[in-house]
């Protein structure tokens, strides 16, 4: 079973910075595709940033010059750097992967105090 697990979420004030990181229990090459979702009280989980194997990104438009996603499969991870938080980034973060199915982290806080 594949496991994936999220760390570095917590508080931070506005214009702060975190990193998440998202680690994987088999190797990162295998999945095609990776990336962070991110789930806000009373809204629908929203992708916010993914990267495929080949490192081509895609970001939401509302993190787009704010946040930058990473994998390195060497340490079977993926990262999300996350720069100039503002109160609205206040979600649980998820790491997502896609292989021959499809895997979800168990999330992480992320709290930005205004």
């Known amino acids: 079973q594949v496991q994936l697990v999220e760390s570095g979420g917590g508080l931070v004030q506005a214009g702060g910075s975190l990193r998440l990181s998202c680690a994987a229990s088999?190797?990162?090459?295998?999945?095609?595709?990776m990336g962070w979702y991110r789930q806000a009280p009373g809204k629908q989980r929203e992708l916010v940033a993914s990267?495929?194997?080949?490192?081509?990104?895609y970001y939401t438009d509302s993190v787009k010059g704010r946040f930058t996603i990473s994998r390195d499969n060497a340490k079977n991870a993926v990262y999300l750097q996350m720069d100039s938080l503002k109160p609205e980034d206040t979600a649980v973060y998820y790491c997502?992967?896609?292989?021959?199915?499809?895997?979800w982290g168990q999330g992480t806080q992320v709290t930005v105090s205004s």
């Open positions: 088999e190797s990162t090459f295998s999945f095609n595709l």
């Open positions: 990267v495929v194997r080949g490192g081509s990104t």
């Open positions: 997502w992967g896609t292989s021959v199915g499809s895997y």
